[in-house]
């Protein structure tokens, strides 16, 4: 397994690269076993997992945070599930508040920023299913989240690893930067989406949200969703407030579990500003920076035989933290590298 990506021949394109795993991968190689979660405030969230739980529950786990509006069918999800499930490890999609197909009973929603959903499952996780060796994987919006749980959790963190991809460290930069040329295709892909969530929430629990279907639906930027809806109902003044609270970045340093991060240059997503000063990483977190790769794409290989290289670089790194014995100490792994990795 390379740790260095190269782009599929031809395909270097940062826009190709993000759209790409959609065409190569349209449907899951497994069905997932489906689970409620009940949560404390009377909410839910359910859980996709690799297999019965109650009986892998011996099983190295793999927790995925998908991104915005995404869930196992995006396919850096159930592509990623498969890999674990290949490698004999039990994998988990926890889809945030509303991301399942049913809309979630509480006037609120998930963010950037909410650790608590997740806090809760993995405290959940461990009391029901034992303590095994687990890891978990965070794609952009969920990224940031998994990076703001473990800076609050520190080592109390429920986790022995955990790897980002494509996070948006700084919200309000990478906020400006989707309304930007052709990354505006995708501001309007994630709104159409948001929208017909948010108006699926409006219609089955009416005033759940603080907005009309009209003033929902006039909506054209991802940052009027963010003001009206996102910031109002989860207590920030404006979506500049949210954006500046729940920004990740600032809070790198404060982790303690071994963390790999992963940025493409290209990404239409992402702005400068999510890339973190190397100096101020600690030991623990391993940056790796590529020069393509777009936004949660990182597609390789040929076009006879692409490769979809998070499938191979995810597992191979976790390997180490997820496949050791019980009396095997963590320290025995390889120490991390705070550099950016050349590819």
Known sequence: MSKHFSPLNGASNPHLQTLLPRLLRRHPKLQPYWQRLNLPDDDFVDLAWSEDPATASHKPRLVIFHGLEGGFNSPYAHGLISACKEKGWLGVVMHFRGCSGEPNRQQRIYHSGETSDARYFLDWLTSTYGNVPTAAVGYSLGGNMLACYLAEERENARLDAAVIVS?????EACS???EQGFSQVYQHYLLSKLKNNATRKLLHYPNSLPLSLAQLNSMKKLREFDNAITAKIHGFKDADDYYRQCSALP??????KPLLIIHAKDDPFMAP??????????????????????HVGFVGGSLKKPEMWLEKRIPGWLTPYLE????????????????????
């Open 176 to 178: 400006k930067r989707i």
């Open 167 to 171: 996070a948006p460290f700084m919200l």
């Open 324 to 343: 050791h014995s019980s009396t095997k100490k963590l320290s025995s792994v390889p120490p991390l590298s705070h550099t950016i990795v050349p590819t």
């Open 273 to 294: 500003e999510v890339i973190p000063e190397l100096a101020l990483l600690p030991p623990n977190i391993e940056y790796q920076l590529t020069e393509h790769g777009g």
């Open 251 to 256: 809070h790198l340093p404060n982790i303690t």
